[in-house]
């Protein structure tokens, strides 16, 4: 017996299977048949998606614009531009060379909604204090995870 299906890459995600005798067979009658259409649930492209909110500690393609294993993932992963919390971390410290990083090919309004997808990322509570050893009297810089002040 062989079975076929009428698939192909367009998402009308409908399949019909149809089956047939490979070889004869004496005394035997098979009769070849093809099924109702049906919905196939197709989960591949999942493990792609991008998170809304994304988390500080996901991957940077999950951003929007940045797809993962392009240009601009490859660029911020060589500028040790690995997760979301690197980005923003990034964005805080010289976002002028977070922005050279991606480059001319990022137009401004890409880097706009890259932002506005990273910034929409939920912050822990912790906060990280600097003092400069023997100077207690001096006041100490407070930020955030991101090294947001």
């Known amino acids: 017996i062989s079975f076929t299906d009428n698939s192909s890459w367009t998402r009308s995600r409908?399949?019909?299977?149809a089956v047939g005798m490979v070889d004869q067979f004496d005394l035997v009658k098979v009769r070849e048949a093809v099924t109702e259409s049906f919905v196939v649930r197709d989960h591949r492209g999942e493990l792609y998606r991008k998170h809304h909110?994304?988390?500080?500690?996901?991957?940077?393609?999950?951003?929007?614009?940045?797809?993962?294993?392009?240009?601009?993932?490859?660029?911020?992963?060589?500028?040790?531009?690995?997760?979301?919390?690197?980005?923003?971390?990034h964005l805080h410290v010289n976002s002028s060379k977070l922005?050279?990083?991606?480059?001319?090919?990022?137009?401004?309004?890409?880097?706009?909604?890259t932002l506005d997808h990273a910034r929409s990322c939920v912050l822990d509570n912790s906060v990280h204090v600097y003092q400069p050893p023997g100077f207690q009297k001096k006041p100490a810089v407070v930020f955030n995870v991101i090294a947001q002040v």
């Not at 922005?99 to 909604?113: A, C, F, N, P």
Request: aromatic share 12%; hydrophobic share 40%; net charge positive.
């Open 14 to 17: 409908k399949f019909r299977l």
């Open 53 to 89: 909110p994304p988390s500080l500690f996901d991957e940077v393609w999950r951003l929007e614009k940045i797809g993962k294993d392009g240009a601009f993932h490859k660029r911020l992963n060589w500028s040790s531009i690995n997760t979301v919390k690197d980005f923003l971390t």
């Open 99 to 113: 922005r050279q990083v991606l480059g001319t090919g990022m137009s401004s309004k890409m880097w706009e909604i």
